[in-house]
């Protein structure tokens, strides 16, 4: 299966990179995964409703043309479903059962996606209806990505 983890901005901090990096290693052994970055907009501190709108379609823009037609996306968003590991490790396992080929995971920048990012999901995923760093969000979504593999194939790892 290959799996592409799609994001708004590029990751600074040391100890993400290092993180991403520790879980891609340990990916590989499951599926091919890749990790695409846009370029963010910058946003001003006190910007009205409009101009973030703005700055999100400009994002959506950079991200949609990286989602092929056939790909299964999921976006991640607040307001998107919650499941436990349990269940993400089993509709992992249900795509590749199916036939699903490429996943697409999108993960907006600091304002969040588009609508039309959010339209073009076959899923909405949310991780908690709290608010977390798109650089965290990539680690943990690698780190859940990571314990699936290890839940579908029965090893060591999920508690």
Known sequence: MRITILAVGKVKEKFYTEAINEYL????RYCKLEIIQVADEKTAENCSENERNVV????????LKHIPEDAYVITLEIKGKEIDSIALAEQIRQFGIHGTSH???????????????????????????????HQLMRVILLEQL??????????????
């Not at 999100?56 to 991200?63: D, F, P, S, T």
């Not at 920048?109 to 991780?127: C, I, N, P, Q």
């Not at 990571?146 to 508690?159: A, D, F, M």
């Open 25 to 28: 290693k340990r990916l590989s």
């Open 56 to 63: 999100k379609q400009k994002e959506a823009e950079r991200l």
């Open 103 to 133: 996943i697409i995971f999108v993960i907006g920048g600091s304002l969040g996606l588009h609508s039309s990012v959010s339209e073009r999901a076959d899923y909405k995923l949310s991780f908690s209806k709290m608010t977390f760093p």
């Open 146 to 159: 990571y314990r699936s593999y290890r839940i579908i194939n029965h090893q060591p790892y999920h508690k």
